[in-house]
């Protein structure tokens, strides 16, 4: 399913006629054995690592992907979420299902929120799945099988870091959410599309709630090949509670406003 999805994207992005990144040429896709087989063109020789850095290079592909709105909203975003939330609840620890809850109405009490488009995304831009032409300074993109024409804004970004933070940088929770936010609400993404402090807060939770939701449905899918990362899982949990948190006085701030 997953091959499928990515077939299904590439042949769209080939349709969008990308400019600042490069996505991977498919020679063949069909039914193999008891699957799907993809087979797509190699990397040239000319490609090096890309950084753990979110650079200029990376910032203009993904405001390349962001320019490409999805046919939902991200209230629809957040009404799936809490479906795959309840979809999971007999996996669920009862203080992992309370948590991914109380973040989801979290975000839905920011103002003006539900209403944000979606964006076509990559859904696991990280270093690893990225290359740099040592000539061009392009990147060329691939393993595109989590992607969605619609996901909520700055998830690519905010994913781009947090993977780094959890599994290179090893940060604590706390700095990492600080240096996040701080990172994203400064880059040229949140210029374009001039949102609050409360909306970059609340699309953070929802990044992360999504993320933490795709860790438990792999591991209950196959978990004889997902490896466990138990302590980044924990560290996601603590993210979602201090992005929760956050959200909170976010929210009660705007109301005293109000009043």
Request: hydrophobic residues 40%; aromatic residues 8%.
């Amino acid at each position: 399913d997953l091959i499928k999805q990515e077939v299904q994207l590439l042949e769209y992005l080939r349709q969008c006629g990308l400019e600042m990144g490069i996505v991977p040429t498919l020679f063949y896709h069909g039914p193999f054995n008891d699957g799907y087989l993809m087979v797509s063109a190699p990397l040239d020789d000319q490609r090096a690592p890309s950084d753990i850095l979110l650079t200029q290079r990376h910032f203009d592909v993904l405001r390349e992907l962001a320019r490409r709105k999805g046919p939902h909203q991200m209230l629809d975003i957040l009404l799936q979420l809490q479906q795959r939330v309840d979809a999971m609840r007999d996996y669920l620890s009862d203080t992992w299902y309370q948590r991914l809850s109380k973040a989801l109405q979290a975000v839905m009490a920011v103002p003006d929120v539900q209403t944000l488009p979606t964006t076509l995304a990559h859904g696991d831009f990280t270093p690893w799945n990225l290359r740099v032409n040592q000539h061009t300074g392009q990147l060329a993109i691939f393993d595109w099988e989590h992607g969605r024409r619609s996901q909520m804004l700055l998830w690519d970004a905010f994913h781009f870091k947090t993977q780094v933070d959890l599994l290179v940088r090893r940060r604590d929770a706390e700095t990492s959410v600080a240096t996040t936010i701080a990172e994203v609400m400064h880059s040229p993404l949140v210029q374009d599309w001039q949102l609050s402090r409360a909306q970059i807060q609340a699309l953070y939770v929802g990044y992360v709630v999504d993320a933490s939701l795709q860790w438990f449905e792999d591991r209950q899918m196959m978990p004889h090949v997902v490896p466990h990362e138990d302590m980044a899982q924990d560290r996601r949990g603590q993210m979602i509670d201090i992005g929760t948190e956050a959200l909170a006085h976010y929210t009660a701030v705007e109301e005293y406003k109000s009043a």
